[in-house]
């Protein structure tokens, strides 16, 4: 892919704030784009200052929410370079999430590649750790048309922003709701492709959650409303007397995670029995009541790591550890993030280092 490049002069490129830039509430200076047209494929791609973009009020994607994204982030290592985590299972995410929503796929090399040329033109936009800089990767249906279809023109485009501390809890437990009344996502559903609607489904609850004091929402299975799914934007495990991590398998309504794929595997390396089961709601609460369960935590690549403190259900609230961060919890969360960091050795292959320049 050839990338056209037209980057801001110096002088009118802007400061990165240093500090209390919050959860990607500003972006960096530049976009990569690139466009889909039916017969034509992708084409004219470019890396641009960061844009508005101008849409029809008839464009597909306003109506019939054809739209995936990715969520992934840049890491400053010690040495100065700059470390990606498993991007290629990002990309690789990206293209599945468009095959459900009947998108066309992208090269993933060259969206990897595009990520990383768009990286090094606003380096000096990674912050220095425990932050990070953001990427999100996006895909619209831009076909100016109200027809139920699928779109034939679409707009690829990554922007960055750096990014705090996902909770304004920080590295401390978070409340969890349990939803009984509504549901995410259903098998045969979109639950396992990172699409808008999935999210715009989700906020009413959000909102009710909220009010009653938790940060984020716990989903059950569609069908029965037994089985534990996952939390918001985050995939949940559950510890059994210190050494069991039990995640909800993959139900085609579950979103795959990368942070839980990395779990997994990094659980295992740790000496910890690892296993992915239905996880029936009232026998899990029933194990945090009895202490068998001694922690829960949510994973993802926004908190990495976010121990749960609490669930709500119904009028009844199940304190889990006594709202403290466990060692499990704990020690995941070291490990992660010296590997994304670049302050362990990367033993299992994750990263991909792009120059400090
Ligand atoms: C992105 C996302 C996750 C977490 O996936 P990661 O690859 O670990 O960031 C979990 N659930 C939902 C619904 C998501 O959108």
Known sequence: MHIEIKTLDKSERTAPPSDGFGFCETFTDHMFEQHYSQGNGWHSATIQPYHNISLDPATAVLHYAQTIFEGTKAYKRPDGKINLFRPWENMRRFNESAQRMAMPVVDEEDHLQAIVQLIEIDRNWVPEPPDSLYIRPVMIAT??????????????????????TYFKEGFNPIPVYICE??????QGGTGAAKTGGNYAASLLVGQEAASRGYSQVLWLDAVEGRFVEEVGAMNICFVYEGRRIVTPQLSGSILPGITRKSVIHLGRDLGYEVSEERVDVHEMLAGVKSGKITEVFGCGTAAVIAPVGKFGYGDEEIVINNYEVGPVSQRLYEELTAIQFGRTEDRFGWTYQIDGG
Request: charged share 20%; net charge positive.
């Open 181 to 186: 009344d509504y549901r995410r996502a259903v």
């Open 143 to 164: 076909e100016v048309a109200l027809g139920v279809r699928a779109s034939k023109n679409y707009l690829h485009y990554v922007i960055l922003g750096p990014a705090g």
